[in-house]
């Protein structure tokens, strides 16, 4: 049975589209599932930001094809591991945890670069390209310790 990871942010167009196609692009498709979700539900249906496209696509991924959704308290019970890209989005997972279990698979996705900081992924959204760059080498960066962790089974 395949491992599941579910990356979270606000809206679920711009950090955790790229955090879904960066960790996949690690690790095995018959193994692990990469999927996401954004805390709000303003764009349900709808695929990643331009801008997200156009960074993901300059590093080789093609992310048209995902589509906006709003995490789910079943969302708790199907995926392992929940990695989400600032405090806020922590903050409101762990709302809707529906009990301890659910709230340990809830986790920073910087702490795996930075252990213990509670690092935001910073939102991209109201600037330029250049922050959309910024937050792709960060969670490249983050990805691949959490690739490496999954397949050598150290999560």
């Given at each position: 049975?395949?491992?599941?990871?579910?990356?979270?942010?606000?809206?679920?167009?711009?950090?955790?589209?790229?955090?879904?196609?960066?960790?996949?692009?690690?690790?095995?498709?018959?193994?692990?599932?990469?999927?996401?979700?954004?805390?709000?539900?303003?764009?349900?249906?709808?695929?990643?930001?331009?801008?997200?496209?156009?960074?993901?696509?300059?590093?080789?991924?093609?992310?048209?094809?995902?589509?906006?959704?709003?995490?789910?308290?079943?969302?708790?019970?199907?995926?392992?591991?929940i990695y989400v890209m600032d405090r806020s989005n922590y903050k409101n997972v762990l709302a809707i945890a529906p009990d301890a279990s659910g709230k340990s698979k809830v986790k920073m996705i910087l702490n795996e670069?930075?252990?213990?900081?509670?690092?935001?992924?910073?939102?991209?959204?109201?600037?330029?390209?250049?922050?959309?760059?910024?937050?792709?080498?960060?969670?490249?960066?983050?990805?691949?310790?959490?690739?490496?962790?999954?397949?050598?089974?150290?999560?």
């Open positions: 049975m395949p491992v599941k990871i579910l990356m979270v942010c606000l809206g679920n167009i711009c950090r955790s589209p790229l955090a879904e196609a960066i960790l996949q692009s690690k690790l095995s498709k018959t193994d692990f599932i990469v999927d996401s979700a954004g805390t709000g539900g303003w764009h349900i249906g709808q695929k990643p930001d331009e801008r997200s496209i156009q960074t993901a696509l300059e590093h080789g991924l093609d992310i048209t094809q995902q589509r906006g959704r709003q995490i789910q308290q079943t969302d708790f019970e199907i995926f392992d591991y670069l930075h252990p213990n900081e509670n690092l935001d992924v910073p939102d991209p959204y109201y600037g330029g390209q250049d922050g959309f760059e910024l937050v792709f080498k960060l969670l490249d960066n983050a990805c691949t310790v959490i690739a490496e962790k999954l397949t050598s089974k150290e999560l």
